[in-house]
């Protein structure tokens, strides 16, 4: 599968209500619909072929993030959603609305977009 083809169909892609509204929860925010859309592609993990290691993160996954890899991403308003190998992940920061990708052992986001697709 091809993320930003995905991405450029984004109108196609229904929202999981009961998932998008444990993980707004879980951040105490209220998401744009565009994230919300984004957040319902995985109810499993996905392999894309944009990127060589890019794996789309279970519902599960983002769910126990905190727990699974250790690090404090609810503190820090960063939502995991994709891992992209070498320990980085490409993330939503909820307190600035923008995507950015950050590496979970030396806790530092990096590589900041507008769009998801700026960084596939």
Do not use: H
Request: hydrophobic share 40%.
């Amino acid at each position: 599968m091809n993320l930003k083809k995905i991405l450029s169909n984004l109108n196609d892609i229904v929202i999981n209500g009961n998932f998008v509204q444990d993980v707004e929860r879980l951040y105490k925010a209220e998401l744009p619909e565009s994230v919300k859309k984004i957040l319902s592609l995985n109810r499993e993990t996905n392999f894309y072929e944009d990127k060589p290691l890019l794996r789309g993160l279970s519902q599960s996954e983002i769910l126990n993030a905190d727990d699974d890899l250790s690090v404090g991403f609810q503190g820090m308003r960063l939502l995991p959603m994709f891992d992209i190998g070498d320990n980085d992940f490409i993330v939503y920061s909820v307190s600035e609305n923008r995507w950015c990708q950050f590496n979970i052992v030396d806790e530092i986001a990096f590589k900041d977009a507008e769009e998801l697709s700026e960084l596939l």
